[in-house]
């Protein structure tokens, strides 16, 4: 059963950067089949895309946040990680990590529980 | 950017109803699309992908339909578990695009 959980400051101040990591359990991020992801939920709101990474490396990112998202991956950690700079109050949100299928339905199949990350000074 | 609406965003309803919940594209998305089950404080939880196969473990009263720009999801005999938010997600093109969630309250 895959497992990914969701790490990182739950507080980033105004214009820093904001960086949370994903650990995935009970599977091998570089065994590939899967795009490795992050999507966020703003309080009381809907679901947004932010970006994935294969485990080559490869990157799809939303355009609204393109330039200022960065998605990585370490496959010897079997972790990927989200970098988010100048981050605003509009940034406060639930940070999800999500693993969707390459191939059949590149669909959100699991998920971890969420993080919090509140922008505020 | 597909933009992804849903209706109605909010209903009542009782055990045992039967409910659609419909989503609409602002384009032809084939049947690249999926729905998810959200309950407060959880993850969302893949139900249906490419509009109507059901995700393993998911019931079955739990169906999908629809392609094109136009789909529903229907759930046939409403149970308590079943109150949540759900939401729409194209994966046809990118970025990916959710709809902005369709509430589920007890009446």
């Known amino acids: 059963q895959v497992q990914l959980q969701e790490s990182g400051p739950g507080l980033v101040k105004p214009s820093q950067t904001l960086s949370l990591t994903c650990t995935v359990s009970g599977g091998s991020i570089s065994s590939g089949g899967y795009y490795w992801s992050w999507i966020r939920q703003h309080p009381g709101k809907g679901l947004e895309w932010i970006g994935y990474i294969y485990y080559s490396g490869s990157t799809y990112y939303n355009p609204s946040l393109k330039s200022r998202v960065t998605i990585s991956v370490d496959t010897s950690k079997n972790q990927f990680s989200l970098k988010l700079s100048s981050v605003t109050a509009a940034d406060t949100a639930v940070y999800y990590c999500?693993?969707?299928?390459?191939?059949?339905?590149?669909?959100?199949?699991?998920w971890g529980q969420g993080t919090l990350v509140t922008v505020s000074s | 950017a597909i933009r992804m609406t849903q209706s109605p965003s909010s209903f009542s309803a009782s055990t045992g109803d039967r409910v659609t919940i419909t989503c609409r594209a602002s384009q032809g998305i084939s049947s690249y699309l999926a729905w998810y089950q959200q309950k407060p404080g959880k993850a969302p939880k893949l139900l249906i992908y490419?509009?109507?196969t059901l995700q393993s473990g998911v019931p079955s009263r739990f169906s999908g339909s629809g392609s094109g720009t136009d789909f529903t999801l229907t759930i046939s005999c409403l149970q308590s578990e079943d109150f949540a938010t759900y939401y729409c997600q194209q994966y046809y093109s990118y970025p990916r695009t959710f709809g902005p969630g369709t509430k589920v309250d007890i009446k």
């Open positions: 999500a693993r969707a299928r390459v191939v059949i339905a590149a669909v959100f199949d699991y």
């Open positions: 490419a509009a109507s």
